[in-house]
Nanobody, 122 residues
Framework: QVQLVESGGGLVQAGGSLRLSCAASGRTFSSGNMGWFRQAPGKEREFVAVISWSGGIKVYADSVKGRFTISRANAKTVYLQMNSLKPEDTAVYYC????????????????WGQGTQVTVSS
């Protein structure tokens, strides 16, 4: 059984930074394409970023491009460095993983984490 656990969320002021982590657990994990989504109350879950299993491909939503950086330490650990945070970045951030990069980008991954709250104050 594969589980994704996010960490690193919290409360920050606008302009501040946070680093989110996603750790995959399980004896077998081959769904190495991993990414991040976010969902604010009353809104649809939206794509934030994805990274290929090798780290060679990174795709960002326009809303975070230039401010957020997705990276990975290995096949099971992915980070989202969030800089220059804005109040509109406030949301629950979810980690996602799949054996297909396109499935993660499309929001239909094999696995979802439970989410971590990010709140950006003015």
């Amino acid at each position: 059984q594969v589980q994704l656990v996010e960490s690193g969320g919290g409360l920050v002021q606008a302009g501040g930074s946070l680093r989110l982590s996603c750790a995959a657990s399980g004896r077998t994990f081959s769904s190495g394409n991993m990414g991040w989504f976010r969902q604010a109350p009353g809104k649809e879950r939206e794509f934030v970023a994805v990274i290929s299993w090798s780290g060679g491909i990174k795709v960002y939503a326009d809303s975070v491009k230039g401010r957020f950086t997705i990276s990975r330490a290995n096949a099971k650990t992915v980070y989202l460095q969030m800089n220059s945070l804005k109040p509109e970045d406030t949301a629950v951030y979810y980690c996602a993983a799949d054996s297909k990069l396109d499935a993660v980008k499309a929001g239909s991954p094999d696995y979802w984490g439970q989410g971590t709250q990010v709140t950006v104050s003015s």
